[in-house]
């Protein structure tokens, strides 16, 4: 079994400050991570993603996350966000072993304020 | 190109009635799925279809059943439409040999009366 969970469930933040968006997962198996995101009214896209390897992982859009495996943690950063980066961002692990399992977290809701 | 289209993109209809949604990708993925997003955009997987093997959520109530006429559809069939079905489904394909990254389809939203 595997779950996913983000720990907030909204971010408010100002043009051009800091982020972080943390997600927590737990799985019995290995698993690839990813971060999608969801702008309104249309569909999920690819953000970044963890297959293997540095566990420091640079996206698209200046996003960039670090997986922990201590820590069972994969946290998204930005260094310097923009009113555009206004969107839902979800979490999520795909297990390793098993073709189409995957698990998403409920979403954290990112708002930039000027 | 549209790599995951969805039809149809709104779906309006009453309580009782029989739905499909229909699924493409053209990516050539081997995998498929079924996602429904309910009001508080929390995104709950319904199935994933990977070389003709079927994996079902077990909450999902059985009113909903996949079909996949060969690799590159994936169609979602509703009976007896309840209130609660009313959602934003989106499907979504992946690449198993390429580490799973889903490519989702701009979503149908659909309004039970």
Known sequence: AQSVTQLDSQVPVFEEAPVELRCNYSSSVSVYLFWYVQYPNQGLQLLLKYLSGSTLVKGINGFEAEFNKSQTSFHLRKPSVHISDTAEYFCAVSDLVYAGKSTFGDGTTLTVKP | ?113
């Open chain 2, 1 to 113: 190109d549209t790599a995951v289209s969805q039809t149809p993109k709104y779906l309006v209809t009453q309580m009782g009635n029989d739905k499909s949604i229909k699924c493409e990708q053209n990516l050539g993925h081997d995998t498929m799925y079924w996602y429904k997003q309910d009001s508080k955009k929390f995104l709950k997987i319904m199935f994933s279809y990977n070389n003709k093997e079927l994996i079902i959520n077990e909450t999902v109530p059985n009113r909903f059943s996949p079909k996949s006429p060969d690799k590159a559809h994936l169609n979602l069939h509703i009976n007896s439409l309840e209130l609660g079905d009313s959602a934003v489904y989106f499907c979504a394909s992946s690449q198993e040999s390429t580490g799973r990254e889903q490519f989702f389809g701009p979503g149908t939203r659909l309004t039970v009366l």
